[in-house]
């Protein structure tokens, strides 16, 4: 079984995207679920930074958009799930 990637859209400085990725890492190991996490800073790429603005955390699992602001534990559970 290979690592469910998670890409995560962050920046500096961000408490938001901070307790986004305590979450997932959280949540993962609860789950027994092994993770790829990708962060991504947007402020290191203009055409990111133009993408997404301040709309961080933004995070992805398995490919697919599932979380923007705030990670929500159960619903973490069942996309790692699905996808491991």
């Known amino acids: 079984m290979s690592d469910v990637p998670v890409t995560v859209y962050t ?3 961000c408490h938001l995207c901070e307790e986004a990725i305590e979450t997932i890492e959280r949540v993962a190991d609860d789950e ?3 993770v ?3 962060l991504v800073d947007v ?3 203009p055409d990111l930074r133009e993408e997404y603005g301040e709309r961080v955390p ?3 699992v398995d490919g697919s958009p599932a979380f923007k602001y705030h990670v929500t534990e159960r619903q ?3 996309k790692l799930q699905q996808s491991a």
């Open 11 to 13: 920046r500096e400085d």
């Open 32 to 34: 027994g679920v092994a």
């Open 36 to 38: 790829a996490l990708d």
């Open 43 to 45: 402020d290191e790429d």
């Open 58 to 60: 933004y995070v992805f």
């Open 76 to 78: 973490l559970r069942e």
